[in-house]
T-cell receptor
Framework: AQKVTQAQTEISVVEKEDVTLDCVYE???????LFWYKQPPSGELVFLIR??????QNEISGRYSWNFQKSTSSFNFTITASQVVDSAVYFC???????????FGTGTKLQVIP | DTAVSQTPKYLVTQMGNDKSIKCEQN?????MYWYKQDSKKFLKIMFS???????INETVPNRFSPKSPDKAHLNLHINSLELGDSAVYFC?????????????FGPGTRLTVL
């Protein structure tokens, strides 16, 4: 069975602070994909990143960076110099070809305080 | 030039009624999905359709039935609505084999059953 755990339910930071959102996953498949979506207060789901299980390189996109470590089954997301616009619920997810289905974590609500 | 659109955005109805939510994508994708997001923000995949064929059917009540007249549309029909069906329903689409491409989500339909 697949499982995604986002242990942090809610995080509050002051603007300009760095913040890391944790994501731990479980799967028996050797081929799988991990992803992050952002859901701002307006409600839409915005794609942030997908990473396949064979690519452990860290990725940086502007103030966003992702750290994928198969050894700890984690795919953590860091926002550098947070801004109020980063306030949202962030979902980590997992999907594997064997099941052809996706499992989302329960989400982490990030509040950036001005 | 909306990529994935859903109608209606809000739907308020009485218990026991039958309702439909429409979804259309103009991205030329061949796979479409329905997700349910409950009041705790938990996202769960309900169905997916690939080339008009149902390829995932999660353990949802058979009161829910996806209908796809063509690959650009995947409508969700719900019979005998219950209070527990109240949620936000998201439609999504992707191209090709699911685990290699990102999903594009619609804006969501907030269903309230009274």
């Amino acid at each position: 069975a697949q499982k995604v755990t986002q242990a942090q339910t809610e995080i509050s930071v002051v603007e300009k602070e760095d913040v890391t959102l944790d994501c731990v996953y479980e799967t028996r498949d050797t081929t799988y994909y991990l992803f992050w979506y952002k859901q701002p207060p307006s409600g839409e789901l915005v794609f942030l990143i997908r990473r396949n299980s064979f690519d452990e390189q860290n990725e940086i996109s502007g103030r966003y960076s992702w750290n994928f470590q198969k050894s700890t089954s984690s795919f953590n997301f860091t926002i550098t110099a947070s801004q109020v616009v980063d306030s949202a619920v962030y979902f980590c997810g997992l999907h594997s070809g064997g099941y052809q289905k996706v499992t989302f974590g329960t989400g982490t609500k990030l509040q950036v305080i001005p | 030039d909306t990529a994935v659109s859903q109608t209606p955005k809000y739907l308020v109805t009485q218990m026991g009624n039958d309702k439909s939510i429409k979804c259309e994508q103009n991205l030329g994708h061949d796979t479409m999905y329905w997700y349910k997001q409950d009041s705790k923000k938990f996202l769960k995949i309900m169905f997916s359709y690939n080339n008009k064929e149902l390829i995932i059917n999660e353990t949802v009540p058979n009161r829910f039935s996806p209908k796809s007249p063509d690959k650009a549309h995947l409508n969700l029909h719900i019979n005998s609505l219950e209070l527990g069906d109240s949620a936000v329903y998201f439609c999504a689409s992707s191209q090709g084999d699911f685990y290699v491409n990102e999903q594009f989500f619609g804006p969501g339909t907030r269903l309230t059953v009274l």
